[in-house]
């Protein structure tokens, strides 16, 4: 469902667009239960990186949180029908770099489908595995893939932290709320939610 930037919900990420159908109170009324109460807890927002061979990826993901101290577990919910998804079926590694608070240019940038080579424009270097770790993160984790789980439309992937670094420690971190309607998800409610 890309709209281009800066003219509303840019990307497909769910399969289908329900969302599009709804009248427009409805669909305002959503809006503002995602940007007000879905989004409200302080989520991070990453640029998962992936890599098979000489092909890399990159893709925004909100939806990555720590799930185990030891061994150090992140779980990863991704869509599989992204095309970093088969890459990372295919080596059993991604990296997850941290963004900024106000890095929302980047976001909307890997938010994007893979059309062209979305990491030309951007200075990263390749882990161990060759996922990419983006110079201007505020931090990043490499992982390799111990587990998947499907999770009704997305997949939870787990992946073990084999190594990480902080790169700016005065930085704060990018919200998930910053990014505001960015990811269409609010147009993927049901009709009814948000009702008393
Ligand atoms: C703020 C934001 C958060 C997102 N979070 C996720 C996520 O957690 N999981 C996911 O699979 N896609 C997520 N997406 C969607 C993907 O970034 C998007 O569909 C992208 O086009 C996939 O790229 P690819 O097809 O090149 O792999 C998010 C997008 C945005 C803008």
Redesign the pocket.
């Known amino acids: 469902m890309w709209k281009g930037r800066h003219n509303g919900p840019?990307?497909?990420?769910f399969s289908t667009a329900i969302g599009s159908a709804k009248p427009r109170q409805v669909r305002e009324k959503h809006e503002q239960f995602h940007c007000r109460v879905v989004s409200a807890p302080d989520a991070s927002?990453y640029v998962v990186g992936v890599a098979h061979g000489e092909t890399r990826?990159a893709?925004?993901?909100?939806?990555?949180m720590q799930v185990s101290f030891d061994p150090l577990l992140l779980a990863?919910?991704?869509?599989p029908q992204?095309?970093?998804?088969g890459l990372l079926k295919q080596s059993g590694a991604f990296s997850v770099n941290v963004l900024k608070k106000s890095q929302t240019e980047l976001?909307?940038h890997?938010?994007?489908?893979?059309r062209a080579d979305?990491l030309a424009a951007t200075e990263w270097t390749p882990g161990r595995a060759g996922s990419p770790l983006l110079r201007d993160a505020l931090a990043w984790f490499e992982c390799e893939v111990v587990g998947e789980h499907p999770a009704g439309d997305?997949i939870l992937v787990l992946g073990k932290v084999i190594g990480g670094r902080l790169l700016d420690s005065e930085a704060e971190p990018m919200t998930?709320r910053e990014?505001g309607a960015?990811?269409g998800a609010s147009a993927l409610f049901p009709e009814g939610f948000g009702d008393a």
């Open positions: 840019i990307h497909d990420r927002v990826n893709f925004t993901a909100a939806w990555v990863l919910s991704i869509n992204h095309s970093s998804y976001a909307a890997f938010g994007q489908p893979a979305k997305h998930y990014t960015m990811d």
